[in-house]
């Protein structure tokens, strides 16, 4: 086959892939099929209903345990004709959900990340509150799409939701849905009013107890959209030296850090794996035993290219330590 024809398969089963995500989040507010249970089975029954801070999932935790399988289903079709097919049948119904799934085990962790996360931010004496019918996933591939006048509706839809229960400051736990709120969408609405905080920011260092007995080395990887994006990446540090957590630098960390993979997974699945393997043995060859991650897409990148390496969420670690 030459290289051209190579090149132009690629070309069209990406602007197919493209098409299907985008047709996923301007109809139905997701990029991917996720069971109600696994996006709110989470959520405590006496969750608070009111406060000052709304707590705002983006549901980037709830679709980590899926993304491994949608990015497997994606690598197999290589056909351009069955990419077409499945664009047709997307039509009509998301086709993400015939994808195989994750287990019982998998999407148990993401909400027991959520509810260490809520945790963390509501013994730091803040009020918060939920409500599952406003908390959406906030469009971040549309911005890496560059679909902008997509994600600008998109936007609107989110911003006009949340005002309409007088919502103006949200706490958010991942860095896609932080970076939307707290860059991109005041870029691109008018009269946009909602302060957006990383939970990170907002730990009380006092709520924690005690020094770390962990024997495990670990290393700590900072995500691009916190590290770079917004500035996130001293928090993190401030909050495992509080509880005397022996971490180690990598090579490239902080605002120079070095990609997950995870951005370019729905489009050249091969292409991400690579980009993870690099990082990933950046991140081994320091020594660790454990990598610390504070991303769900990091964690599920780094878990699909290695099943070897244990990659645990800074919520997991640091909770324990919560008096």
Not at 82 to 101: A, T
């Amino acid at each position: 086959m030459e290289v051209m024809e190579l090149v132009n398969r690629y070309i069209n089963n990406s602007n197919l892939i493209i098409e299907i995500i985008r047709r996923n989040i301007m109809k139905r507010g997701y990029p991917i099929y996720i069971p109600n249970k696994a996006l709110y089975g989470w959520i405590d029954e006496d969750f608070p209903r009111d406060g000052e801070y709304f707590f705002y999932t983006g549901l980037m935790y709830q679709m980590a345990p899926y993304i491994e399988r949608i990015v497997n289903m994606l690598q197999k079709l290589r056909s351009g004709v069955l990419f077409k097919v499945i664009n047709i049948l997307n039509r009509v119904v998301d086709v993400s959900r015939f994808s195989s799934k994750p287990s019982h085990e998998e999407v148990m962790k993401m909400h027991k990340i959520i509810r260490n996360i809520y945790s963390l931010v509501y013994r730091s004496g803040l009020s918060v509150w939920y409500d599952p019918s406003i908390d959406k996933y906030a469009g971040v591939l549309l911005y890496e799409f560059g679909l902008m006048d997509d994600l600008k509706i998109y936007a609107e839809r989110i911003s006009d939701a949340l005002s309409s229960m007088g919502v103006n400051k949200i706490v958010t736990i991942d860095p896609h849905t932080t970076y939307m709120f707290k860059k991109v969408f005041p870029s691109l609405l008018e009269n946009y009013s909602i302060e957006a905080y990383s939970y990170l920011e907002l730990i009380d260092e006092d709520i924690f107890v005690g020094s770390s007995a962990e024997q495990n080395k670990f290393v700590i990887h900072d995500p691009c959209y916190y590290a770079r994006g917004v500035g996130v990446f001293s928090e993190p540090r401030k909050l495992l030296d509080r509880i005397g957590v022996e971490y180690i630098e990598p090579k490239f960390n902080r605002v120079d850090t070095y990609c997950c993979g995870g951005p370019v997974e729905s489009l050249s699945p091969l292409f991400s794996a690579k980009i993870g393997v690099k990082r990933l043995g950046m991140l081994v060859d320091t020594g660790a035993d454990e990598v610390i991650t504070m991303c769900p897409i990091c964690m599920a990148n780094f878990r699909r290219v290695s099943k070897e390496v244990n990659i645990i969420d800074l919520s997991e670690l640091i909770s324990k330590y919560i008096k």
